[in-house]
């Protein structure tokens, strides 16, 4: 229900894939059966087609080694489909620098692991939307031209798909910040003096999914009440992997307790493919 509100559910899946389809197993019952010299001569035809496709598929293998086309088609058809998304492993290596690896698309979370960068000039509304949490227009295109970093990873020793630690360093010259996005309800306390949060010290109350989108591949959805609003950042990855869009919508707490006018962004991050980790 909380994932039906930001994008269409997934299409109605078929219990049986199209390819598989058949004619009706009832179809003999609507027709009288042919005369036995029909079938014989239909089963003597089909013999003949079976041993000559069954020749000249031997013929091939021992002339170039490799199999018919049509037998690799039904090789691909009995093997399950890979992922869309293009999934990635990260090694580290002896000096601390971290390059993108190929990964099996067991591991769905690990398309988002890696470090990316804010491309600021892609932003759409980011300007209206620090300006909704309090910033003055002049503050408001600083921070959203600011360098703005984050590096995702698998929470030590969890096995919960979708669960990360993120490190972010969002330019304010506060250092990097780190913080464990786990899957359900959970909160996050802050010391105060934050642009989005508020000058008070205070929790944000969050809610995290990690869900499968039938365009985009997985989503990592955080719903958030914070003491100044309500807000919901949504990130998903486009171009095999190698951007990640975040789509954040912000509420603004009125003084009566009401919700004021919605502001929404979007904001474009690009994969570093080759970076030394940020708490190093």
Excluded at 40 to 46: I, K, P
Excluded at 84 to 90: A, L
Excluded at 112 to 135: D, K, P, T
Aim: hydrophobic share 30%; charged share 20%.
């Amino acid at each position: 229900l909380r994932l039906a509100r930001h994008y269409p559910p997934p299409p109605r899946r078929l219990s049986v894939p199209p390819r598989f389809y058949t004619q009706s197993p009832a179809r003999h019952l609507l027709y009288p059966a042919p005369p036995l010299f029909l079938s014989l001569r239909r089963m003597s035809s089909c013999l003949n087609a079976i041993a000559a496709t069954t020749t000249a598929a031997y013929c091939l293998i021992r002339v170039t080694g490799r199999q018919s086309t049509s037998s690799h088609y039904q090789r691909q058809l009995a093997t399950p489909p890979q992922s869309r998304t293009v999934q990635q492993r990260f090694q580290s290596s002896g000096s601390g620098v971290v390059a993108a690896m190929a990964a099996p698309a067991a591991e769905s979370e690990a398309t988002f692991v890696g470090r990316w960068s804010r491309r600021s000039e892609e932003s759409i509304n980011a300007v209206a939307y620090l300006q909704a949490h309090g910033l003055t227009p002049e503050k408001a295109a600083e921070r959203a031209a600011a360098p703005y970093e984050q590096e995702w990873r698998r929470t030590p020793g969890s096995t919960e798909d979708g669960e990360f630690l993120i490190l972010t360093d969002p330019g304010t010259g506060r250092g990097v910040r780190s913080l464990v996005y786990p899957l359900g309800d959970w909160e996050e306390p802050f010391a105060g003096k934050s642009e989005l949060f508020g000058q008070e010290p205070g929790k944000v109350f969050r809610h995290t999914t990690w869900e499968e989108h039938p365009t985009w591949g997985h989503v990592h959805l955080t719903e958030s009440v914070t003491p100044v609003g309500w807000e919901t950042t949504q990130r998903h990855l486009e171009d095999g992997g190698m951007k990640m869009i975040m789509d954040r919508t912000y509420t603004p707490k009125m003084p009566d307790g009401s919700g004021g006018d919605k502001v929404s962004s979007s904001e474009t991050f690009a994969r570093i493919k080759v970076f030394k980790p940020m708490d190093q």
